[in-house]
């Protein structure tokens, strides 16, 4: 017998959260506030515990988009946090216009404090080859709603805070040569931390914000009010079952969520008395597409609404123009060319992806699986039960088709009034003729799994588990009592591309022009000794690099520490 439970949380029930549960706040680093299409946002992000308090390990998810004015969204990613922490990546594509945008970043839990709701920053994008109006080439008259990009004669010096300091182990580098720093740890342990070390090449402009104004909060809700569910285990995915008859919620109704795909998601849940459901999400999924059906009779008779998870506070954000100084051109048309270089060779420099672990199967091991490339191919699913699958059957009922599962100690009769659970690629399949037709060739395995089980708030007698070769059964269109929705995936982590100069035997790298400014971005630099060294290998572009390291103690300290360094082939 197998048995799985699942547990809900409704609003109702969050009462007792309010003392127990602190509050979070999000800190961002990036590699750069003025990016030009065509290059890289790099970010990391720190969800902290409000207070100076360390790390969070309350919220396992949090969410960062890049908006414009006029609610432009250039990306809304979701990523899974591990410890309080999490990084990820933006390529700014040629058809973003000039401007000024926000990076906001929040966790649902914080959308509860109307005081820190979300982070945001000013990350300033400059397109040379879109001419905007609200653009002004021209740095003479500033006025209160405008950012300048100015070209300026930096100053550059170490800089080191908190009793870290980098040391490189030469001051000047030719192109293509290995280098290497140690990060010199001064106060020992109350300096371990997590840290991301950034090395890029000064840039000669900068912005400067003229007049600018914090920003203000509406209050209408007091700091205890709980409309956020927190996601201390995994994503939510919540919504209401409405009936169509009178708009109504529905209490007390089973409701299924799918993730589908070869590596799929299942799960199922009971609306509680508001008529809400939550599914709790914490397993990977790459599938952009989900089902949510209502399981049983007269499904049809109800629609599900999912809760809207968007970002509520563009009305907070204040954008402002920027005015560009004509004195960045010679360095804009550089660094453009540098870019575009870079990326005709993409190909050859690709990040590298960090594997996702694939998830358990729910129910454990099957009863038995059939790998039908094994055995005798039949015509139809119902001859490929009948002559293949010992387990379970298919029987034909009216004008419809019933998947059974026999039970241990009879094999062809008496069946219990439960029905099988019947999964094709995840997707929960209610009515047989809905899959009797599929092409069987197309089908991988079939497993089978007997005897009672329990799942949420579902019983049933067996498990037929259907997999597809390619994982993509769907249902095209929305039946009775179904939504399909899209749910962006979580973001996978990488491991950020660098050359390796010293083992290029073959020369193959020789060929590749290397018009990197962003020698290094290492978004997980964990500290936990007194000394650590980090290698990198430099490009073609001579000139002054920043090395930046910021990050956060174990105990919530911010640090901040750099050190520059020289790339000449001279």
């Not at 609003?11 to 549960?21: A, P, S, V």
């Not at 994008?125 to 003479?140: Q, R, Y």
Request: with cysteine; aromatic share 12%; charged share 25%.
């Amino acid at each position: 017998m197998g048995y799985s439970s699942y547990g809900q949380v409704g609003n109702n029930n969050l009462g007792h959260f309010k003392g127990d549960i602190p509050k979070e706040k999000i800190s961002i680093t990036v590699n750069d506030s003025i990016i030009i299409a065509g290059g890289e946002l790099y970010y990391k992000l720190y969800c902290m515990v409000d207070g100076n308090k360390g790390l969070s390990n309350f919220s396992k998810v949090a969410y960062v988009e890049l908006i414009g004015d006029n609610n432009v969204v250039l990306f809304t990613h979701k990523h899974r946090l591990e410890k309080g922490i999490t990084y990820g990546d933006f390529f700014v594509p040629p058809t973003v216009k000039t401007g000024n945008y926000k990076l906001v970043a929040y966790t649902k839990w914080m959308k509860n404090n109307p005081d820190n709701s979300f982070f945001k920053q000013d990350i300033n994008i400059i397109n040379p080859f879109i001419s905007e109006k609200n653009v002004t080439i021209n740095a003479d008259s500033l006025q209160t709603s405008q950012i300048e990009i100015a070209k300026t004669n930096k100053q550059v010096s170490a800089k080191t805070e908190d009793g870290i300091n980098i040391l490189s182990d030469l001051s000047t580098y030719k192109n293509r040569s290995k280098a290497t720093i140690t990060i010199n740890n001064v106060l020992g342990e109350s300096n371990y931390g997590n840290y991301a070390i950034s090395i890029r090449k000064v840039s000669s402009i900068e912005a400067v914000r003229k007049n600018g104004s914090k920003r203000t909060v509406s209050k209408n809700e007091p700091l205890d009010s709980i409309k956020f569910i927190p996601e201390v285990r995994g994503e939510i995915i919540s919504g209401k079952v409405v009936s169509k008859q009178d708009g109504t919620f529905v209490s007390n109704k089973i409701v299924a969520l799918s993730i589908p795909g070869s590596n799929y998601v299942y799960k199922n849940v009971k609306t509680d008395l508001s008529g809400r459901f939550y599914f709790n999400v914490y397993e990977n999924y790459d599938d952009n597409k989900a089902i949510i059906q209502v399981i049983g009779d007269n499904k049809e008779r109800y629609s599900i609404v999912l809760d809207d998870i968007t970002f509520k506070y563009n009305n907070e954000l204040e954008f402002k123009n920027l005015t560009l100084n004509p004195n960045i051109k010679d360095w804009l048309i550089q660094q453009s060319i540098y870019d575009q270089i870079e990326n005709a060779y993409h190909d050859f420099k690709q990040d590298s992806l960090i594997i996702k672990k694939p998830n358990h199967l729910f129910y454990g091991n099957p009863t038995a699986k059939y790998k039908l490339d094994d055995y005798t191919r039949f015509p139809t699913l119902r001859e490929t039960f009948v002559e293949i699958i010992k387990e379970a059957a298919i029987r034909e009922d009216k004008d419809s088709y019933k998947f059974k599962v026999y039970n241990y100690n009879e094999r062809t009769v008496g069946f219990p009034s439960f029905e099988p659970l019947v999964l094709f690629d995840g997707v929960l399949i209610q009515n047989g003729n809905d899959i009797i037709d599929y092409d069987v060739n197309k089908i991988d395995e079939i497993s089978i799994v007997m005897g009672i089980y329990f799942y949420g708030p579902s019983i049933y007698n067996g498990i037929i588990d259907i997999k597809s070769k390619k994982g993509d059964f769907r249902y095209k269109d929305s039946k009775g009592g179904m939504l399909n929705f899209n749910l962006s995936a979580l973001k996978s982590s990488k491991k950020y591309y660098m050359p390796n100069y010293n083992n290029n035997s073959l020369g193959k790298l020789d060929r590749i022009p290397d018009y990197r400014v962003q020698l290094l971005w290492l978004p997980e630099m964990f500290l936990n000794s007194d000394k650590k060294t980090v290698d990198f290998y430099t490009s073609d572009v001579e000139g002054t690099y920043e090395i930046l390291l910021d990050g956060f103690t174990l105990k919530g300290n911010h640090v901040v520490s750099k050190q520059y360094i020289e790339v000449n082939n001279n």
